[in-house]
């Protein structure tokens, strides 16, 4: 890019992997409060490699202005910056700059700022009418305070078989959530809370053996705490008489697990374990309607498991980790029975199919049609419910014991055909 000057403002120290996005967002706020809106964009060209060109609007009319800044990020935490434009100097912008951007380099430096927000979840609505389940106390799980709304929230849910002209309505009793979050600002502070909020959502999950889905995403309780109306508001139309469901009262009780705190630090704190939980709640969000992708997650959930369980052992060749099969089939010993492993063998080869050939196996196939035979498995679609339903009841086994610390010491794998 072309520029018929250039005026060097100085080298910066800016962790710019880790501050500088809010290095960016203080420059573009003092810039907003003092000079009229801003804006930057990211570019590269010429021989100056990867660079941020930050410009400003001034007037009433939202007009650019010609001289912007360069921002080059350099080795060791430091950014160069430059004015720069193609017509006359504006001497009062760039002093605007400068000061921007030394306030916005002491700035980051300073304690940051912690952000108490509100969140709502609830269980997920199942096609098959299970009855909702509420919470029966308040829980705390790091800095999130789960409580119970002890009200129903009613919603339209997926039916067994796709159908324009059917559907169900379903209650469930919503959670709220309590949390605090640092950063910058809010726009910063809210990827953690996202982010701790859906390792919250999928703990539940696991913990709770059903799906828990995010209703009103995380908010600064400073704009009011989150709340659900009585009904999804496309509903408001349907008569009282056909949303009956029993006493609140009446429901049962979640579990809560005398172990579910060092399950839950056990989780944070291991990479591995977090990420299978993570995959185990992208299976259950697409079970129903894919069940060969759910395969693949909860498959991927268990490997990641077995992976922590053995010695990491790869191929001197290619670096590919060796004997993925032979430890995925030691750890579902720890949680299945020979005959559901016998039932899963079929199940992993369809599952490599889908990786590798995307070729599905289960009702994605045959949509909207019941399968009646209960004197042998139909040809095709050759994977089953039960076999998905198998696979994810152990990878939710196998998650709880790692989070509970109830899995054998790491070992080194032993191939039985090198032994024989």
């Given at each position: 890019m072309h520029y018929e000057w250039h005026e060097f403002l100085g080298d910066f120290d800016v962790p710019w992997p880790t501050k500088g996005d809010e290095w960016i967002s203080r420059i573009s706020n003092y810039m907003t409060q003092n000079c009229g809106a801003s804006g930057y964009g990211s570019s590269s060209g010429?021989?100056?490699?990867?660079?941020?060109?930050?410009?400003?609007?001034?007037?009433?009319?939202?007009?650019?202005?010609?001289?912007?800044?360069?921002?080059?990020?350099?080795?060791?935490?430091?950014?160069?910056?430059?004015?720069?434009?193609?017509?006359?100097?504006d001497i009062d912008l760039i002093d605007a700059f400068r000061s921007a951007i030394n306030l916005a380099t002491a700035g980051i430096h300073e304690p940051v700022k912690s952000h108490k927000w509100s969140a709502v979840i609830s269980e997920a609505i199942s096609p098959y009418g299970d009855q909702p389940k509420r919470?029966?106390?308040?829980?705390?799980?790091?800095?999130?305070?789960?409580?119970?709304?002890?009200?129903?929230?009613?919603?339209?849910?997926?039916?067994?078989?796709?159908?324009?002209?059917?559907?169900?309505?379903r209650p469930s009793i919503p959670i709220l959530i309590r949390g605090v979050s640092t950063g910058y600002d809010w726009m910063h502070a809210q990827r953690s809370a996202a982010e701790e909020l859906g390792s919250l959502v999928s703990f539940l999950s696991a913990i709770w053996d059903t799906t828990i889905e995010l209703q009103e995403s995380p908010a600064p309780l400073e704009w009011?705490?989150?709340?659900?109306?009585?009904?999804?508001?496309?509903m408001r139309a349907?008569?009282?008489?056909?949303?009956?469901?029993?006493?609140?009262?009446?429901?049962?009780?979640?579990?809560?697990p005398d172990w579910i705190h060092d399950a839950w630090t056990t989780m944070n704190r291991r990479a591995r374990i977090k990420a299978a939980v993570s995959i185990y709640m992208e299976a259950l969000r697409v079970e129903v309607r894919h069940p060969s992708l759910a395969l693949v997650?909860?498959?991927?959930?268990?490997?990641?498991?077995?992976?922590?369980?053995?010695?990491?052992?790869?191929?001197?060749?290619?670096?590919?980790?060796?004997?993925i099969g032979g430890k995925f089939n030691e750890t579902l010993e720890l949680?299945?029975?020979?005959?559901?492993?016998?039932?899963?063998?079929?199940?992993?080869?369809?599952?490599?199919?889908?990786?590798?050939?995307?070729?599905?196996?289960?009702?994605?196939?045959?949509?909207?049609?019941?399968?009646f035979s209960i004197l042998s498995r139909i040809s095709n679609p050759s994977l089953e419910a039960s076999d998905v339903m198998i696979m994810k009841n152990a990878a939710r086994k196998l998650?709880?014991?790692?989070?509970?610390?109830?899995?054998?010491?790491?070992?080194?794998?032993?191939?039985?055909?090198?032994?024989?």
């Amino acid at each position: 890019m072309h520029y018929e000057w250039h005026e060097f403002l100085g080298d910066f120290d800016v962790p710019w992997p880790t501050k500088g996005d809010e290095w960016i967002s203080r420059i573009s706020n003092y810039m907003t409060q003092n000079c009229g809106a801003s804006g930057y964009g990211s570019s590269s060209g010429g021989d100056l490699g990867p660079f941020l060109e930050f410009t400003v609007t001034l007037g009433s009319e939202g007009e650019r202005a010609d001289t912007r800044l360069l921002l080059l990020p350099q080795p060791g935490d430091r950014i160069q910056v430059w004015a720069c434009g193609m017509d006359a100097r504006d001497i009062d912008l760039i002093d605007a700059f400068r000061s921007a951007i030394n306030l916005a380099t002491a700035g980051i430096h300073e304690p940051v700022k912690s952000h108490k927000w509100s969140a709502v979840i609830s269980e997920a609505i199942s096609p098959y009418g299970d009855q909702p389940k509420r919470l029966p106390r308040k829980l705390s799980l790091s800095r999130m305070k789960l409580s119970s709304t002890e009200r129903y929230f009613w919603q339209l849910g997926p039916t067994p078989l796709p159908s324009a002209n059917s559907w169900t309505s379903r209650p469930s009793i919503p959670i709220l959530i309590r949390g605090v979050s640092t950063g910058y600002d809010w726009m910063h502070a809210q990827r953690s809370a996202a982010e701790e909020l859906g390792s919250l959502v999928s703990f539940l999950s696991a913990i709770w053996d059903t799906t828990i889905e995010l209703q009103e995403s995380p908010a600064p309780l400073e704009w009011g705490e989150r709340q659900l109306p009585d009904q999804a508001g496309w509903m408001r139309a349907m008569e009282p008489g056909m949303m009956e469901a029993p006493n609140i009262e009446d429901l049962d009780f979640l579990e809560i697990p005398d172990w579910i705190h060092d399950a839950w630090t056990t989780m944070n704190r291991r990479a591995r374990i977090k990420a299978a939980v993570s995959i185990y709640m992208e299976a259950l969000r697409v079970e129903v309607r894919h069940p060969s992708l759910a395969l693949v997650a909860f498959v991927a959930a268990v490997e990641s498991i077995s992976l922590s369980l053995y010695h990491e052992e790869r191929c001197k060749s290619c670096s590919n980790h060796m004997n993925i099969g032979g430890k995925f089939n030691e750890t579902l010993e720890l949680a299945t029975t020979e005959w559901e492993r016998e039932r899963l063998r079929a199940a992993y080869g369809n599952r490599s199919n889908t990786v590798h050939k995307g070729r599905l196996h289960g009702r994605e196939l045959t949509p909207g049609a019941f399968s009646f035979s209960i004197l042998s498995r139909i040809s095709n679609p050759s994977l089953e419910a039960s076999d998905v339903m198998i696979m994810k009841n152990a990878a939710r086994k196998l998650l709880i014991m790692a989070m509970r610390n109830q899995l054998p010491s790491r070992m080194h794998y032993k191939n039985p055909e090198s032994s024989q």
